[in-house]
């Protein structure tokens, strides 16, 4: 427990609250390269997942492409990215191995909310007159919201978790903590950096999962009695004992009046 | 009215669903396409609306060969209800109700007002416009559905199965509840069933259709009663097992009709018909 209290003793540390090594300034770069990763890979995926999920094409190759691009060693892509476009473009590198960690997941939630909708559904929107932008827009989309929001939810945790390596090639972020800590065997300062890492990704995952709660909150909420309406004298005297359907049309009418 | 003239499908992979099927539904009438599954039945319905596109032959609506128009605009003038609803359930009762009114273009204050008002042509209390699909029963989302489809009040109504789904006193009610509105909507009805019942009591024209699409006969009811086409048609209705052939036995002076196992299915009135 001695480490937990020297890495916070040096966490809440005066040098640690100013200047550009701050806490805050990392964590703003670390959210920076995530916020970045996660909506360029929102931008790919969620279009081709739409599309994949409403077609029903393609979805071979996309769990193909997905798989391949999951398995890549994030670090070793990072180098060679680096070395490639140069360090000067760092960022560049960055973004594109977070990105590509990103978008498998995004796609996944995408095309799997798309896939959830009832064939039925979507059959009945088509025969209503839908375009097939509508069908996707109106009730596609929303319907599969909640998947989608999952699947952005574990993209978001994975970039948070692997913007660590920003620092690997000289972008600062929380990562830079840990691998300057490892160089001169600061292990309250590695401890540190990774408590706020950890307390970053909790925060982001209780603000998907309250926003996941919220959508579905707003959908089939339970029946509250006072949803009914007032009752009528229609309602009270026959209602209570039929089944609303077996009700006749003149009853529905008088008690809501 | 509708024409499907030798109209045929064939799927890619292969089926034959319906097979050069010649058939007018006349205007202001119900026709009703019975089956069993495999018929044809409801991809012959499909094709009205172009949900289903014929391989060869053509589907008129009032003379103009569906083909020719544009398959969302022709849609949204054609009422569409399907088993179990198909409602959207991510939408309120009344948005659903109102879904192609506001896709048209209508303001939601107008169209929310005639959404109400068809809730009571369907007999739904307005207290259930604000709930969503999956807190009603399956009777309540079936009236749901058939006030979505009445909405643009469309001059062809296409029933697929709608009363599949529930059970068989919802079933009656809702049948009940159909035939009082088309008493006073005169839609050109054409509904898909496989209940033979069901299309009897509903239908001023019976299609009965065979496996692979093929009409076996077509007739009012009590045409097609009086004179069974074929054997196919005396099992689909029950005639060969004497469900259809009744006699009168008489009970202590009460005239009970019984049928051809002398199971008794009522008694005789006498008079007028009671309506």
């Known amino acids: ?257 | 009215m509708i024409e499907f003239d030798r109209v045929a499908k064939r799927f890619p992979d292969g089926t034959e669903a319906v097979r050069e099927i010649t058939l007018t539904v006349p205007s202001r009438r119900t026709t009703v396409l019975v089956g069993s599954s495999g018929s044809g039945k409801t991809t012959l319905l499909r094709m009205v609306n172009r949900m289903v596109e014929p391989s060869s032959g053509q589907v008129r609506i009032d003379d103009e060969d569906v083909a020719t128009l544009n398959p969302v605009t022709l849609r949204r003038r054609i009422g569409y209800v399907l088993q179990g609803g198909g409602l959207l359930p991510h939408r309120r009762v009344l948005d659903n109700i109102v879904t192609v009114l506001r896709l048209n273009g209508v303001r939601r204050r107008s169209a929310e007002e005639r959404g109400l008002e068809l809730m009571d042509t369907v007999g739904l209390d307005r207290a259930l416009a604000r709930r969503y699909p999956g807190q009603l029963s399956g009777g309540q989302q079936q009236r749901v559905g058939v006030a979505r489809a009445l909405a643009v009040d469309p001059n062809i109504l296409l029933m697929d199965e709608p009363f599949g789904a529930v059970d068989p006193i919802v079933r009656t009610d809702l049948q009940n509840e159909l035939l009082r509105l088309q008493s006073t909507l005169d839609k050109t009805v054409l509904f898909v069933t496989h209940d033979i019942e069901e299309a009897f009591i509903l239908g001023d024209q019976v299609v009965i259709l065979k496996p692979g699409g093929v009409i076996a006969q077509q007739g009012t009811p009590a045409e097609i009663l009086a004179d069974p086409a074929d054997d196919f048609v005396a099992t689909f209705i029950g005639a060969e097992r004497g469900q259809r052939a009744l006699r009168v036995e008489d009970h202590n002076g009460t005239q009970v009709v019984v049928d051809g196992r002398g199971r008794p299915a009522g008694v005789l009135a006498e008079g007028v018909p009671r309506q």
């Not at chain 1, 640690?16 to 909506?39: N, S």
């Not at chain 1, 969620?46 to 890549?72: D, E, F, M, N």
């Not at chain 1, 300057?180 to 995952?205: N, P, T, W």
């Not at chain 1, 339970?222 to 039929?242: F, M, S």
Request: proline share 4%; aromatic share 6%; with cysteine.
């Open chain 1, 1 to 257: 427990m001695n480490l937990f209290r020297e890495a916070f003793a040096w966490l809440f540390a005066p040098e640690q609250q100013v200047g550009a090594d701050a806490v805050l300034v990392r964590l703003g770069e670390h959210l920076l390269y995530t916020a970045i990763a996660v909506v360029i890979s929102a931008v790919i995926a969620i279009p081709i997942g739409y599309w994949i999920g409403h077609t029903g094409r393609g979805k071979q190759v996309a769990v193909a492409c997905s798989g391949a691009a999951r398995a890549l060693p994030s670090l070793g892509l990072l180098t060679i990215l680096t070395l490639l476009v140069g360090v000067g473009d760092a960022v560049l590198a960055a973004t594109v191995v977070f990105v590509v960690l990103g978008v498998p997941a995004v796609l996944a939630g995408a095309y799997a909310g798309v896939e959830s909708v009832d064939p039925d559904v979507v059959d009945a929107a088509r025969a209503m007159g839908m375009t097939e932008w509508q069908i996707l827009l109106r009730v596609e989309a929303p319907i599969g919201l909640g998947l989608l929001l999952g699947g952005l939810r574990s993209a978001t945790l994975q970039i948070v978790a692997t913007a660590v390596l920003a620092a690997y090639v000289g972008l600062g972020g929380l990562g830079i903590y840990i691998i300057r800590g490892i160089a001169i065997r600061a292990y309250e300062q590695m401890l540190g950096g990774a408590l706020v890492i950890v307390v970053l990704a909790l925060v982001l995952d209780g603000v998907f999962a309250l926003a996941t709660w919220l959508i579905t909150r707003a959908r089939r909420t339970p029946v509250r009695p006072g949803d009914l309406g007032g009752p009528g004298p229609a309602e009270t005297a026959a209602g209570t004992a039929q089944d609303q359907t077996s009700r006749s049309p003149a009853a529905a009418t008088e008690g809501s009046s």
